[in-house]
């Protein structure tokens, strides 16, 4: 972490508790429930697939802007691993960025690879707490609504079963990580995201116990075998946004077969007409954002969504990007 980011969380508490106060006044003219519709930008995927192409850093970084405004959504939902290929690129798009705020809303994806806020070694949990608190900084001259986070590391990945034990133990150490985060945004504008192969019931205490919100991936839970329906009834007071995606069956040979995610809406198998009737059961309103890898083909899954939600939701998501905008300069 920087020096300047150091002294700069040094700061009186005062100070901490005039930053708090003015997050919280934010998040209930900003957050509350109102429906938008948004997407990701900057993710991994696509600065592999620049880089590939042989983009620079401004021409990743305007590119991604230039195609993602001609969607003409409501929020966009920045990620921050793509400084992982191109150093700077966050701070290079914050500064960009901010001459938008009139117009849309924004939410954050905090940085998750290679980082483990759960990790029982206490410099590696130190250090990913610090890589979120500075993405935090980074962003808030963007004023986001909320941000979405990770609450366990690749190493919960690479099993399928025995995680039990394992789980139990390091969910203290989540606490103390989510505690910290919490010093720069108000806990319900921290959305914890279901995760494979974790059973979400382990993060519900502490979702509960620190008054934080929910981001329910569509795509997570179909890749364990979960039902879609079940989880938004189960959790919907604490639902505020969505990551929607297709989940596509690939077949190698007659008895081999896979599951992929972040999918264009249409391509795969999942039953949206269901999953959005339950979000209208539900009164759904919060955010709705589009998680599709391949950035050249959301436009397609963008109409595809605004349809769904006309029917099933009951709202026109270009009227209610209005609304959001409205509120967010009331």
């Known amino acids: 972490m920087s020096s300047t980011l150091s002294v700069a969380r040094c700061e009186t508490t005062g100070d901490l508790d005039e930053r708090r106060e003015t997050a919280l006044l934010d998040s209930k003219h900003r957050t509350g429930q109102v429906p938008y519709l948004g997407t990701h930008i900057l993710t991994l995927p696509a600065a592999?697939?620049?880089?590939?192409?042989?983009?620079?850093?401004?021409?990743?970084?305007?590119?991604?802007?230039?195609?993602?405004?001609?969607?003409?959504?409501?929020?966009?939902?920045?990620?921050?691993d793509a400084d992982l290929l191109y150093p700077g690129m966050m701070k290079m798009a914050v500064k960009r960025l901010r001459e938008y705020r009139q117009e849309m809303a924004f939410s954050l994806h905090l940085p998750f690879r290679y980082l483990d806020i759960s990790c029982p070694m206490e410099r590696i949990r130190s250090a990913s707490v610090d890589t979120i608190l500075d993405a935090i900084d980074l962003a808030s001259e963007l004023q986001p609504i909320h941000a979405v986070i990770h609450l366990t590391g690749n190493v919960f990945s690479?099993?399928?079963?025995?995680?039990?034990?394992?789980?139990?133990?390091?969910?203290?150490?989540?606490?103390?990580?989510?505690?910290?985060?919490?010093?720069?945004?108000?806990?319900?504008?921290?959305?914890?995201?279901?995760?494979?192969?974790?059973?979400?019931?382990?993060?519900m205490p502490v979702v509960e116990r620190l008054g934080l919100s929910v981001c329910q991936d569509i795509g997570h839970i179909v890749l364990q075998g979960g039902d879609c329906g079940k989880f938004t009834r189960s959790h919907a007071a604490l639902i505020r946004e969505i990551h929607l995606h297709d989940i596509e069956r690939r077949y190698y040979s007659d008895s081999m077969q896979?599951?992929?995610?972040?999918?264009?809406?249409?391509?795969g198998t999942f039953d949206f007409a269901t999953f959005f009737a339950t979000l209208g059961e539900i009164g759904f309103q919060g955010s709705i954002i589009l998680e599709i890898d391949d950035q050249r083909l959301m436009p397609m899954s963008v109409q595809h969504v605004r349809n769904l939600i006309q029917r099933h939701l009951g709202w026109d998501s270009h009227f209610a990007g209005q609304f959001v905008r409205d509120m967010i300069h009331a």
């Open 48 to 80: 592999i697939r620049a880089s590939q192409e042989g983009l620079n850093r401004e021409g990743f970084l305007h590119h991604e802007i230039e195609q993602t405004l001609e969607l003409d959504v409501d929020q966009l939902e920045l990620h921050f």
């Open 258 to 267: 896979s599951l992929s995610d972040h999918q264009p809406i249409g391509r």
């Open 158 to 203: 690479s099993y399928k079963s025995g995680l039990d034990p394992l789980i139990g133990e390091v969910m203290g150490y989540v606490e103390e990580s989510l505690m910290k985060v919490a010093t720069l945004m108000a806990p319900h504008q921290i959305l914890v995201e279901n995760l494979p192969p974790v059973d979400f019931r382990y993060f």
